[in-house]
């Protein structure tokens, strides 16, 4: 059974860069599949932030780009979500999920997300 | 960008009734690269459907979806008490991949 773990300093100062890990249990992340950030403003609905696949290959939403870093750790079958200059606006719940169909693709499963907050 | 457009916002049923949902797209969606996800309050989501109609191992078959190029429909036949919750549908034709912004199903 494939699950995800989210993992990361659940405070972060204005302008500083947002760290996540996410751990992959039960599959490979080198087995295939891209693998993917998402998260959830309080109260609020889905942005797709980004995704991955194993060889490094990253796809990033657009407006988001200029700040996002998605890398890859096979040995320790995780993956990586850094954010820079962050602002309120990036308060959110951040999940973690494996990528189907492309790597934009449908996500399942999902990890339990992890509530990251920006604030001084 | 693809816009999904989610109605209604809210719907207000029982148990035993049968919920329509609606998930309208700002361009057509070749080869119906559409999902479905659950969210409960306090956990993630959870897949449903994908490809419009195809269900996700392990979803009950009072769940299904329907439809093609700019208009889907996820339908639960009889609203089983865990099915309240809220709904998103995402497109994944295009980049960026985007999310409908969600419809609740409340008891009434």
Avoid: H, M
């Amino acid at each position: 059974q494939v699950q995800l773990q989210e993992s990361g300093p659940g405070l972060v100062k204005p302008s500083e860069t947002l760290s996540l890990t996410c751990t992959v249990s039960g599959y490979s992340i080198s087995g295939g599949y891209y693998w993917g950030w998402i998260r959830q403003p309080p109260g609020k609905g889905l942005e797709w932030i980004g995704s991955i696949y194993y060889s490094g290959n990253t796809y990033y939403k657009p407006s988001l780009k200029s700040r996002v870093t998605i890398s890859v750790d096979k040995s320790k079958n995780q993956f990586s979500l850094k954010l820079s200059s962050v602002t309120a606006a990036d308060t959110a719940v951040y999940y973690c999920a494996r990528l189907s169909g492309g790597p934009g693709g449908w996500c399942s499963p999902w990890g339990q997300g992890t509530l990251v907050t920006v604030s001084s | 960008e693809i816009v999904l457009t989610q109605s209604p916002g809210t719907l207000s049923l029982s148990p035993g009734e049968r919920a329509t949902l609606s998930c309208r797209a700002s361009q057509s969606l070749s080869n119906n690269f559409l999902a479905w996800y659950q969210q409960k309050p306090g956990q993630a989501p959870g897949l449903l459907i994908y490809g419009a109609s195809s269900r996700a191992t392990g979803i009950p078959d009072r769940f299904s979806g329907s439809g093609s190029g700019t208009d889907f429909t996820l339908t639960i036949s009889r609203l089983e008490p865990e099915d309240f919750a809220v709904y998103y549908c995402q497109q994944y034709v295009s980049s960026p991949q985007t999310f409908g912004q969600g419809t609740k199903v409340e008891i009434k």
